[in-house]
């Protein structure tokens, strides 16, 4: 037998065996998105406790462009990101580089660690909800205790210090996943380019900027990708603190298609709004899985 017709019913026997998880899949992926694109496309109501569906073409996707409030979820949405991943990406090689330093290998760091991003993201949510509290909140009573506020703070009442809550709660809980991702990419950091570097006179400094940043090139775009694509998905945190306010300050577009779907029940125009956000998050995905690919096969792509 040769080697090519070999490969060849080596690949059809993995294509079989792959075959009822694809079709699973499928069902379970293609059909919702098949049918949120009709739906995106059609004008929806609730009439009678029945459901009435009216062909509108792209009559929902022209109107975002003229929708004030999606103008400024996406304004929201691309500042809320940009920070995010700024921010996340940043401590989090911070982070790494201090678990990867002797003194911060010990088990209880990375224990330590993990536990903000292992509480669920509604507790995590409730846990801040109660932190912020205007009442009885445990940042209030620390401030004043300090002498740094004369009197409790509303601190979700104000459009920009609600916005920043989130972002820092955000930050809290994401911070941690994404530390370890860069930990592991050091980690595989060979140890003989920072003895050459520092053999050459480099600094530690230099050594950061000139080996260890060009050799975790693909961990950081890998980390920047997914959580790109992360904060596109926020949601847990805006419903439970602020649903959307104060004026709309923190809707954002994932926010903002739930809110249209199930507040207001214009379903076809939430499906549009979602539908965006779903491109954006495919094109960011189909990003990261040719960041994923083997160097060579994708310098010869």
Same mark, same amino acid.
């Given at each position: 037998?040769?080697?090519?017709?070999?490969?060849?019913?080596? =690949?059809?026997?993995?294509? /079989?065996?792959?075959?009822?998880?694809?079709?699973?899949?499928? *069902? !379970?992926?293609?059909?919702?998105?098949?049918?949120? +694109?009709? &739906?995106?496309?059609?004008?929806? =109501? &609730?009439?009678?406790?029945? $459901?009435?569906?009216?062909?509108?073409?792209?009559?929902?996707?022209?109107?975002?462009?003229?929708?004030?409030?999606?103008?400024?979820?996406? $304004?929201?949405?691309?500042?809320?990101?940009?920070?995010?991943?700024?921010?996340?990406?940043?401590?989090?090689?911070?982070? *790494?580089?201090?678990?990867?330093?002797? %003194?911060? =290998?010990?088990?209880?760091?990375? !224990?330590?660690?993990?536990?903000?991003?292992?509480?669920?993201?509604?507790?995590?949510?409730?846990?801040?909800?109660?932190?912020?509290?205007?009442?009885?909140?445990?940042?209030?009573?620390?401030?004043?205790?300090?002498? /740094?506020?004369?009197?409790?703070?509303?601190?979700?009442?104000?459009?920009?210090?609600?916005?920043?809550?989130?972002?820092?709660?955000?930050?809290?809980?994401?911070?941690?996943?994404?530390?370890?991702? %860069? %930990?592991?990419?050091?980690? =595989?950091?060979?140890?003989?380019?920072?003895?050459?570097?520092?053999?050459?006179?480099?600094?530690?400094?230099?050594?950061?900027?000139?080996?260890?940043?060009?050799?975790?090139?693909?961990?950081?775009?890998? @980390?920047?990708?997914?959580? #790109?694509?992360?904060?596109?998905?926020?949601?847990?945190? !805006? +419903?439970?603190?602020?649903?959307?306010?104060?004026?709309? @300050? #923190?809707? /954002?577009?994932?926010?903002?298609?739930?809110?249209?779907?199930?507040?207001?029940?214009?379903?076809?125009?939430?499906?549009?709004?979602?539908?965006?956000?779903?491109?954006?998050? +495919?094109? /960011?995905?189909?990003?990261?899985?040719?960041?994923?690919?083997?160097?060579?096969?994708?310098?010869?792509?």
């Amino acid at each position: 037998m040769s080697s090519t017709s070999f490969e060849r019913r080596r =690949r059809r026997a993995g294509l /079989l065996f792959v075959a009822p998880a694809a079709i699973v899949l499928l *069902a !379970i992926l293609a059909y919702p998105i098949v049918e949120s +694109f009709i &739906l995106s496309t059609q004008s929806v =109501r &609730l009439v009678a406790g029945g $459901v009435t569906k009216e062909w509108n073409s792209f009559a929902n996707y022209i109107r975002l462009a003229g929708d004030e409030t999606f103008r400024r979820a996406v $304004v929201n949405t691309m500042i809320f990101s940009f920070g995010e991943v700024a921010l996340v990406v940043s401590i989090g090689l911070a982070v *790494a580089l201090l678990l990867n330093h002797p %003194l911060g =290998r010990w088990g209880f760091f990375r !224990i330590m660690l993990v536990v903000p991003w292992a509480i669920a993201p509604v507790a995590n949510a409730v846990l801040w909800k109660w932190i912020l509290n205007s009442n009885y909140g445990i940042l209030n009573g620390l401030l004043k205790s300090l002498g /740094l506020i004369e009197y409790y703070q509303v601190w979700l009442a104000r459009p920009w210090s609600a916005f920043g809550f989130l972002l820092l709660i955000d930050v809290w809980k994401s911070v941690p996943f994404i530390a370890l991702l %860069l %930990l592991a990419g050091l980690q =595989r950091v060979p140890q003989s380019l920072y003895k050459a570097a520092y053999m050459d006179g480099a600094g530690r400094w230099q050594a950061f900027r000139h080996v260890t940043l060009p050799t975790m090139r693909s961990a950081l775009a890998i @980390a920047v990708v997914l959580q #790109t694509i992360w904060s596109l998905r926020v949601f847990e945190i !805006i +419903f439970v603190l602020t649903r959307g306010g104060p004026a709309d @300050a #923190t809707v /954002l577009m994932n926010f903002l298609a739930y809110r249209v779907t199930f507040n207001f029940l214009d379903i076809g125009y939430g499906a549009a709004i979602a539908n965006i956000i779903f491109a954006l998050t +495919f094109l /960011l995905a189909i990003t990261y899985v040719w960041l994923m690919q083997p160097r060579k096969r994708r310098i010869s792509s």
